[in-house]
DNA sequence: TTATCATCGTTCACCAATTGAACACCCTCC
DNA sequence: GGAGGGTGTTCAATTGGTGAACGATGATAA
């Protein structure tokens, strides 16, 4: 449940913006409270993320989420096996068009 | 369960060759055992294939899978329809890895 | 014939992943 | 105080997928 993806997905949404719920967070990912949930305090415990109480200047009160220095560390060497896994997954799909092209043809 | 990408590789595999077992079938699609049963029998339901008993000349009994006119079509349906959505993930993709090229620069 | 072995499709109890409604809490405003 | 809206947390329920086990069937050996 915790794989590479949504770790890494997680980290640089944080680190773009920490001011965010985990509800929203859950909604830009596309996965469920329950497992966004899951995943930040994951990251959390392994210290990746500090989660900050905090008060808005105005109205409402909430977390911010913070990358500890080891989190943006993480977030970089996470990043890179991203792209590595992504620049496969595009030769595979190529592939793949390749061949569905071919077949179309026939 | 039955999604558009198992149906299309049912159908082609099958096509290719209709002589093969469900386990073997399984293997080839990286599937379970169970849920290749499942799609097939469902594509068997709906008139894409059609199951004929049949005895190999010399030893083993075995069945055939076979594309029934209908089933030909929907397969040719299926390819270009998935043809269009590896396409489209392909675009996805493409900016994706780009994203994270420029990640990864800074 | 009978027994054994291999392979077939089918089944379904089991496991893991995922969901989101429900909950407790906090803050603001009326 | 109470209502309303925002938090994170929890966990019963659902879903999806698995593959061992089963009965049937044909080939093969005794």
Redo the contacts between chains.
Sequence with gaps: MLDDEYRYKIL?ELQQDPNMSQRALAKRLEISLGKTNYCLNALIEKGMIKADNFKNSTNKMGYLYLLTPKGIEEK?AL??R??QR??K??ET??K??EQ??Q??KT
């Design positions: 640089k970089i990043t890179q991203f792209l992504k620049l997954e595009h799909l190529e793949e068009i569905l092209r077949e179309v």
